[in-house]
Every structure is written in C-alpha cells, then in structure tokens.
C-alpha cells in the first residue's frame, strides 16, 4: 500500500468523529421505509469515491450482488482504517452504515461489534432483498477477516 493509499484511508471521513453508528441509528430508525431509503442513499454519497486504478480483483468483494471494493490499512498503533465503494446507490449506502460501525477502531472492537444487533435495530433486514442482506453480511465478514 503506498502513501496516498494510506492518506486516502486515515483521513476517510467515517468513523473516528465523523459519522458514527448512533448517528446512522438517528438518520435510519424511524421513519417510513421510503424516508429511510433516501437516507440511506444521502449515507452513501457521502463515502469518498475509491480512485479507480485502486480498483483491482484483489480489492473486490465477493459474495455481493454489485461490485464492492474494500480497501484496508492497520497503522502503527494498531488502529484499521477502511473504504470502501460500489457503483450501485443503495449499496454504498449499505457501505456507509458497515464502515460508521467498524472503521477507525482497534481489532478487538470490531470483533466485538454486535453488527446483528446493529442491523436489526436499523431494521435493514426486512426491507432488503435476501442477495443484498447476504452482500451486507459479506462486507463484515470481509472486515472481521481481515483484521482477525
């Protein structure tokens, strides 16, 4: 990974003081499904875009519906820093609600992270598609096994 990869990650504007769980849990958990579908669309563009020439196989995510690229670093004092992106909408939305609960945290806090409970308490999983249900638990599988 070189500098700008690296850059790019430590500076990615979710998690760490930018948008968080409980603010995702504020703009997804009430509401009408449609309200909280556009929510959910505004979360994901506020992912920055993934470089293209960062784009690459070893990148991409299987297991979801639409391409998915992850890209990780562990820094030196033992902290994961993720992207992630998707050409499709609601699925960088789903990336956005992912990398609020898990990025910028220690390994031992995102294996800890009851994404279950989070996601239920999102009530994602009766409004989504089961492949798509299946991609958002692809994405914390991809995470946890990176970092574990």
């Excluded at 958990?29 to 563009?45: D, M, N, P, S, V």
Aim: aromatic letters at 6%; one cysteine or more; hydrophobic letters at 45%.
């Amino acid at each position: 990974m070189d500098a700008a990869q690296i850059s790019f990650l430590t500076r990615h504007p979710l998690g760490d003081g930018g948008l968080d769980a409980a603010t995702v849990i504020a703009a997804l958990g009430q509401g009408a499904w449609e309200e909280r579908y556009r929510a959910l669309i505004q979360l994901g563009k506020q992912l920055p875009a993934v470089p293209p020439e960062w784009r690459g196989e070893e990148q991409e995510l299987p297991g979801c519906e639409s391409q998915v690229w992850l890209l990780s670093h562990q820094d030196e004092a033992g902290v994961w820093h993720f992207a992630a992106d998707s050409q499709a909408r609601i699925v960088r939305g789903l990336l956005a609600v992912v990398l609020a609960a898990l990025n910028h945290q220690r390994t031992e806090a995102i294996l800890a992270t009851d994404m279950a409970g989070y996601f239920e308490t999102l009530q994602l999983a009766k409004h989504l598609s089961p492949s798509r249900g299946n991609g958002l638990r692809a994405m914390v599988e991809a995470i946890r096994n990176q970092v574990a």
